[in-house]
């Protein structure tokens, strides 16, 4: 069996590194075979499996420095037949690229905006004075270095590899523990076997809106976990594009779906939401595995 797998592109981006994490543990312990398949956005990334063109996805959703990434969550709420599988943590190590020779002749920075902003004290302290400019990726705003020898790149040592372009500076993250989490996602039907991963914890992820912005509209469906002991480890808004002041809510919740508390807590928050959206029931690739 061949599948495939959509990630952020071009070649050396974080998200085709965290493909490529899965593709080896995919191969090693489920023996089936899997190519990659870059696409210029997150947005196309998850629209490939959605519309049947790549088996999985993997996208990134959330960011040790800089929180949630938007277009993910927003992207996973919009469409109705997508699953997340697992999801898998990614130590990130920012490196500036440029074929300038030295910092004092740089008068543009590309990068993701993602990238620009775990950047930003660096950025601030060193290249104060630069206009910084967002790209779809990391790596394609490595187009830009050879025809302009005063710009420079927030990439990875990996996409300088691959590119044959010097490095001025690495681990230029504001903080050295940065990592980005993950998802693998797919059509419900549509999933390798990962059933072998029983040492870790299960995770829920879900979302839902209320009917109305009233005091009180998020206490009760938080109260619900807590009556029945289950861990929320993460909570997020995100405006719903209907009305101003109105929100979707993300919550990542430590426990399997299939679980009686589960199964009982989501009866009873069916009573205070208005849409109400299960992500799914998944694992977190250990580390060690990658």
Request: hydrophobic share 40%; charged share 15%.
């Amino acid at each position: 069996m061949m599948i495939s797998i959509a990630h952020l592109g071009p070649p050396g981006t974080y998200a085709e590194q965290a493909a490529l994490y899965y593709l080896s543990w995919l191969t090693k312990n489920t023996k089936t075979e899997a190519s990659l398949c870059p696409y210029p956005s997150i947005f196309q990334t998850i629209y490939s499996v959605a519309k049947g063109q790549a088996d999985l996805a993997v996208v990134p959703v959330e960011n040790s420095i800089q929180g949630g990434v938007t277009v993910t969550l927003d992207t996973l709420w919009q469409l109705d037949n997508l699953q997340i599988q697992l999801a898998l943590i990614v130590p990130i190590t920012h490196a500036l690229i440029s074929c300038s020779q030295s910092l004092d002749s740089i008068k543009t920075v590309y990068s993701h905006p993602q990238a620009l902003a775990q950047c930003q004290k660096w950025l601030e302290k060193f290249l104060g004075q630069v206009q910084l400019v967002p790209t779809n990726s990391t790596t394609e705003a490595l187009q830009k270095l050879e025809s302009d020898k005063a710009a420079a790149a927030i990439s990875s040592l990996r996409a300088a590899q691959l590119y044959d372009l010097p490095v001025l500076a690495n681990g230029i993250n504001d903080y050295p523990d940065n990592c980005t989490r993950f998802w693998v996602v797919s059509q419900p039907d549509n999933s390798p076997n990962h059933e072998m991963l029983t040492n870790t914890a299960f995770y829920t992820s879900l979302a839902f809106s209320v009917p109305a912005n009233l005091p009180g509209v998020l206490v009760k469906p938080l109260q619900v976990f807590a009556n029945q002991n289950i861990n929320l480890s993460k909570i997020e808004s995100r405006p719903t594009k209907r009305s101003l002041g109105e929100y979707v809510f993300f919550m990542d919740l430590e426990a399997d779906v299939s679980s009686t508390k589960m199964q009982s807590a989501l009866a009873e928050l069916s009573n205070y939401t208005e849409i109400l959206k299960i992500f799914g029931t998944y694992n977190v690739l250990p580390t060690e595995s990658l």
